[in-house]
């Protein structure tokens, strides 16, 4: 079956400008997660969706970044007035509910902001 | 905090021989840790975890509480494992999901 489909995989902005970033996770995973990474770091933990709620985002870096996922399926992680520093991998990830489960990852959104 | 080091950037090895990525963490309760690994243009994905004991693509790692490392070795390393590695630690959401928390990653490369 297709695996975590994220879109767009390249998005070149200009600073202060609003995006979007979207997810399409594995059909029946329950869990879902943003992670971000920057270019020679690990990816970092933004925010944990179970179902439709976020059941953690205490990674969002600022209120400048939101994400929703309001069917329990597709979500989309919102930046509003970008800067240069938001550029990064923006990377989706999804599992079946249950903290054993593996997490199957996308192939991430390159974000840069000019 | 949880944090997860992987000290190495780079390792080179030539094919054949031994190879060890380090990994050493922290965290205050029972971790659960992971190997993540990325091979060119392809997504990250799970290699192996310490609870399944498994030996994947000829990979192993061992948990040492007392060192608190989870380091992965592979006694004869071949070409295609060249690849970046990222060790990982988790944290369990509840009953539901898992945070995990990555290490910076190392680059294998296997030269011929």
């Known amino acids: 079956g297709a695996g975590v489909s994220q879109t767009p995989s390249n998005k070149v902005t200009e600073k202060g400008k609003y995006v979007e970033l979207r997810c399409d996770p594995i059909s029946g995973h329950t869990a879902l997660y943003w992670y971000r990474q920057s270019l020679g770091q690990g990816p970092e933990f933004l925010i944990y969706f179970q179902g439709t709620g976020a059941a953690d985002d205490s990674g969002l870096p600022n209120d400048r970044f939101f994400a929703v996922r309001p069917e329990g399926s597709v979500s989309t992680l919102k930046i509003q007035r970008t800067e240069r520093g938001d550029s990064a991998v923006y990377l989706c990830a999804s599992s079946l509910g249950g903290s054993g489960n593996t997490i199957y990852f996308g192939e991430g959104s390159w974000l840069t902001v000019v | 905090a949880q944090r997860v080091t992987q000290p190495e950037k780079l390792l080179s090895v030539f094919k054949g021989a031994p190879v060890e990525l380090k990994c050493n963490y922290s965290?205050?309760?029972?971790?659960?840790l992971f190997w993540y690994v990325q091979y060119s243009r392809q997504r990250l994905q799970l290699l192996l975890r310490?609870?399944s004991r498994e030996s994947i693509k000829g990979f192993t790692a061992d948990l040492n509480k007392g060192e608190t490392s989870f380091h992965l070795k592979k006694p004869f390393a071949q070409e295609e494992d060249s690849a970046m590695y990222y060790c990982?630690?988790?944290?369990?959401?509840?009953?539901?999901?898992?945070?995990?928390?990555f290490g910076a990653g190392t680059i294998l490369r296997v030269k011929s």
């Open positions: 965290y205050s309760g029972s971790p659960e």
């Open positions: 310490h609870i």
């Open positions: 990982a630690l988790s944290r369990g959401l509840g009953s539901y999901g898992n945070k995990l928390v």
